[in-house]
């Protein structure tokens, strides 16, 4: 027998089952997805879920269904519609595949989110943990949903000391949660795991007197709930150093640029920009020479305006923005011009929502930057 079944068999499942659906019932929240369980809308809350707090994604899932209530609709929607629905809730690569996914569903599936877990699982972007809690919760299959939260909790409920920074840890926890979860009621289990995590077991101090399940907690017992779970730092994120321009022409259009369709951020808008580097030139030299050699343009180019920083967990852009006014252009076909109505249609990344609001609030400043 191996610890973790040793770990498990010291515990008495049913009444741990009983405890927290009991709990779930009575105490979980009212969030607009658990209003009914309609498995595009659960797998479209699941998937802004990730890495994004419940309070941030309300709104968004509200006006997301409400503009692709469908399988159908989503599948047949324009990117740059999907993109900017999805503005502000970065990992943007979550929405691409969650569209190409359900254009399968549409394709393969008679537009029905498949309930068997090979084929839900054989979509794109959908992980062990979105296909068991979109399984489990809209077709009540007794799959586990591991995320970061659940580890905490049963890392403390089972005194399990494995890192959950490790990719190969996950495997652990979903074997436990398939030992514990309810054959019953698997929705209602793994949505209580998930709601103790987030309102009770929670990181830093967890609130055990009022915890439902506290009589089968080994970290409770130990009094090791704040040492666990086990989490390595993860490395610094890098630091880019960057300069953006707000570039515009006598007719008050601006000048926008598309990133690549991969890579980070792929497929979003942006105002031209380039990594700068420490040295002889300043950044307004760097500027000026980058946007005429990448698009031919000639421009009076403002003082520093401020600088935006955006952190992704990897990388940091710190992100010197100027405002700046075209005098010549020769070639800037990679550009695109757009009127500031426009503009709002296009989806940009939050650094560059930031940047365009700055020029917003300094339009006077803005509109003579080059005087
Ligand atoms: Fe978490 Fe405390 Fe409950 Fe254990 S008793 S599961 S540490 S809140």
Redesign the pocket.
């Known amino acids: 027998m191996n610890v973790l079944e040793d770990k498990v068999r010291q515990k008495d499942i049913q009444q741990f089952q009983s405890d927290l659906i009991t709990w779930f019932e009575r105490e979980q929240r009212i969030l607009p997805w658990r209003e009914d369980q309609d498995p595009y809308k659960v797998w479209v809350s699941e998937v802004m879920l990730q890495q994004t707090r419940v309070e941030t994604v309300i709104p968004y899932f509200l006006r997301f269904v409400k503009q692709f209530p469908t399988v159908e609709a989503l599948a047949d929607a324009d990117e740059e519609k999907v993109l900017k629905a999805w503005e502000g809730l970065g990992y943007y690569s979550r929405v691409r595949n969650l569209q190409s996914a359900v254009k399968e569903v549409k394709q393969q599936y008679g537009g029905v989110v498949p309930s068997e877990e090979k084929e839900f699982g054989g979509l794109k972007g959908v992980g062990p943990y979105t296909k068991g809690a979109v399984l489990s919760i809209a077709y009540n299959k007794p799959i586990p949903a591991v995320d970061g939260n659940v580890m ?2 049963m890392s ?2 089972l005194s399990i000391w494995d890192d959950i920074a490790k990719p190969k840890t996950r495997t652990v926890f979903e074997e436990a949660v398939r030992v514990f979860i309810s054959k019953e009621k698997p929705s209602e289990f793994n949505q209580g795991l998930m709601e ?1 995590g987030a309102i ?3 990181p830093k101090s ?3 007197l ?5 009589r ?5 017992a130990e009094g090791t ?1 704040r040492e ?1 779970p086990v989490k390595s730092k993860k490395k610094k994120p890098g630091i880019k150093t960057m300069a953006a321009i707000v570039l515009t022409d006598d007719d008050g259009q601006v000048y926008i640029h598309k990133r690549p369709s991969k890579g980070l951020l792929a497929n979003l808008w942006e105002f031209p920009n380039l990594e700068t580097q420490k040295g002889m030139k300043t950044e307004r030299e760097q500027l000026t020479a980058f946007l005429e050699s990448d698009f031919g343009i000639q421009a009076e180019i403002s003082d520093l305006q401020g600088v935006v920083e955006h952190v992704f967990t990897h990388l940091v852009w710190n992100i010197s923005v100027f405002f700046g006014k075209v005098k010549q252009v020769s070639d800037a076909a990679e550009l695109k011009k757009v009127t500031k109505e426009e503009l709002e249609e296009f989806a940009f990344p939050v650094s560059h929502q930031k940047i365009w609001k700055m020029a917003v609030e300094a339009a006077g400043v803005y509109n003579s930057a080059a005087r």
Do not use: G
């Open positions: 905490r909790v403390r409920i103790l009770i077991c929670t967890p609130s055990c009022l915890c439902p399940v506290q089968h907690c080994s970290a409770f709930e666990l």
